[in-house]
């Protein structure tokens, strides 16, 4: 079984900067692709990152195009989001997650229907 646990959120002023990490249990060849999303109260469920653990290639939603980051190590154990220029509107439980060699995630990699295997979270506050 595929386990996720993400760590290094926090609280930051807005312009800083957080680097999330997520501990991940994954067989490469299984997994596809990896990703981070986030929920804020109150919304839905929103793809941020992701990385195509397949073949080479990352996506990243428009609102952090330029500030955030998603890379792994070369073992393939952790997987990493790097925030920088935080913003309030970035205040969110981030969720790692994996998808599995069947599923679309190359063509929806920012959808959460796509990925089958998730952490419990890391709360991120950005205050103004």
């Known amino acids: 079984q595929v386990h996720l646990v993400e760590s290094g959120g926090g609280s930051v002023q807005a312009g800083g900067s957080l680097r999330l990490s997520c501990a991940a249990a994954?067989?490469?060849?299984?997994?596809?692709?990896m990703a981070w999303f986030r929920q804020a109260p109150g919304k839905e469920r929103e793809g941020v990152a992701t990385?195509?653990?397949?073949?080479?290639?990352?996506v990243f939603h428009d609102s952090v195009k330029g500030r955030f980051t998603i890379s792994q190590d070369k073992a393939k154990t952790t997987l990493y989001l790097e925030m920088n220029s935080l913003v309030p509107e970035d205040t969110a439980m981030y969720y790692c997650?994996?998808?599995?060699?069947?599923?679309?995630?190359?063509?929806?990699?920012?959808?959460?229907?796509?990925?089958?295997?998730w952490g419990q979270g890391t709360q991120v506050t950005v205050s103004s």
């Open positions: 994954v067989d490469s060849y299984s997994i596809n692709c």
């Open positions: 990385l195509y653990t397949g073949r080479a290639g990352t």
């Open positions: 997650a994996a998808a599995p060699s069947w599923s679309d995630c190359y063509t929806h990699p920012l959808l959460w229907s796509q990925y089958s295997y």
